[in-house]
């Protein structure tokens, strides 16, 4: 007898990667495609091994929670073929890094990264006077050089 498994979205959001096609072999763990939801990616994964028979999404459409977004007809026989997106993805390091764009982005922010500033782990930064917590409201201030609030 054939397993059917469905792959259904965890999440709402927009395909911006597909990484397999009608008939392509995948592997448990191997990733389906990228949903971007609350400014992130999320990988869609796939939970056996087998052959994709259906799909139900493509780059840009929009997915909500539970919508089904693909079938596998899971089979042991896929366990001994190497996986087209499993040797793609498997690099470490983040996903997108081939893309141009992705690439600057990712750069833009390693700058406020710990390995990129070492001042920040050389310990404590004087930043000044105490903060004086005014009598009128709840608000809080730092004493000027003319000791006015």
Do not use: C, Y
């Amino acid at each position: 007898m054939t397993n059917h498994v469905a792959v259904s979205a965890e999440l709402q959001g927009t395909i911006v990667g597909s990484f397999v096609e009608v008939g392509s072999t995948v592997r448990a763990g191997d990733v389906l495609a990228l949903i971007e939801s609350m400014k992130m990616h999320h990988e869609i994964i796939a939970p056996v091994d087998g052959v994709i028979d259906w799909l139900a999404f493509e780059q840009g459409s929009t997915v909500a929670i539970g919508q089904e977004l693909a079938r596998i007809t899971e089979s042991a026989a896929v366990r001994d073929v190497p996986s087209p997106s499993r040797t793609s993805l498997s690099r470490p390091g983040p996903v997108g890094l081939e893309r141009d764009d992705l690439r600057e982005v990712i750069e833009r922010h390693a700058v406020g990264l710990d390995e990129r500033r070492p001042e920040a782990a050389d310990g404590p930064v004087d930043i000044g006077p105490p903060v004086r917590t005014s009598a009128i409201s709840s608000t809080t201030a730092r004493s000027s050089n003319t000791g006015h609030w």
